[in-house]
């Protein structure tokens, strides 16, 4: 990523609707998660030994999402790039230096890892996944989002250091390398899925395609339109969207794809 693209990128992700809008999906689907989780260990009788969850955020960027997630578990991140790692030890967070294909940690020590928008950065997405199963530990879970459709791919992508967008086929194909389990597995940002892909077209021929939706009006619509997605996402999948999410369960005992 350029360095005025992450200057920007950490001066919208307070109150940008896509910055927010995505935390407060995760968090809404990491809760829902967990929860089934202690679900059970009712079950098997071991909610006694039930402890606060270890969260990593591989790729955490400034820290802005583990600010989001802090009351949910004890939260860590890991992000190669020295002034973020310098800015999340700024806001309090543990923050290790170091790279997403080689994790500073031992086998199975997280019950709990994120990867938000980090797979198309890296030259080798597969290695990065089964990094991540390598520190997670069995029954632990893995959220992740990867930009969608391959054909959207534009300038403001390669500003941001992608490496690539990814098909539905793609991101399938990845995670049946992992031992896990897919508990959910969707596209995001359905609503302004149509209009985004007319703008994102249009743009390429002026030159310019950020996300747009930084007045306030449009944006408190688009902070809507992601709490109902939050909702829809417990329960469903959305056929079409901006962004790819899946959550992915390591071990034996999961429920079914939803």
Request: include cysteine; aromatic fraction near 10%; proline fraction near 4%.
């Amino acid at each position: 990523m350029d360095e005025q693209e992450q200057r920007r990128m950490w001066a919208e992700e307070e109150d940008h609707w896509w910055y927010r809008g995505k935390r407060m999906l995760i968090r809404d689907q990491l809760i829902d998660a967990l929860s089934t989780e202690d679900q059970r260990l009712c079950r098997t009788g071991a909610q006694a030994e039930r402890r606060l969850p270890r969260i990593l955020d591989i790729g955490c960027g400034s820290g802005r999402t583990m600010a989001e997630l802090g009351d949910l578990g004890h939260i860590e991140g890991v992000e190669p790039c020295r002034p973020a790692v310098e800015q999340g030890r700024r806001r309090g967070f543990f923050v290790h230096q170091g790279s997403a294909e080689r994790l500073p940690f031992v086998d199975e020590t997280f019950d709990a890892l994120l990867l938000l928008d980090v797979l198309e950065h890296l030259d080798d997405d597969g290695a990065a996944l089964a990094e991540a199963f390598r520190v997670l530990r069995p029954g632990g879970l893995l959220l992740l989002t990867v930009p969608a459709h391959p054909w959207l791919f534009s300038r403001h992508d390669s500003a941001l250091g992608h490496r690539r967008r990814y098909s539905a086929a793609d991101l399938r194909r990845l995670l049946t390398s992992l031992d896990g389990h897919v508990e959910r597995f969707s596209y995001t940002n359905f609503f302004i899925f149509p209009a985004a892909v007319l703008l994102r077209t249009a743009a390429k021929g002026w030159g310019s395609d950020r996300r747009g939706g930084g007045s306030p009006l449009v944006s408190a619509w688009l902070d809507r339109f992601y709490r109902i997605e939050a909702r829809w996402l417990r329960r469903f999948a959305f056929p079409a969207g901006l962004s790819l999410y899946a959550r992915l369960r390591k071990g034996s005992f999961s429920k079914k794809e939803g």
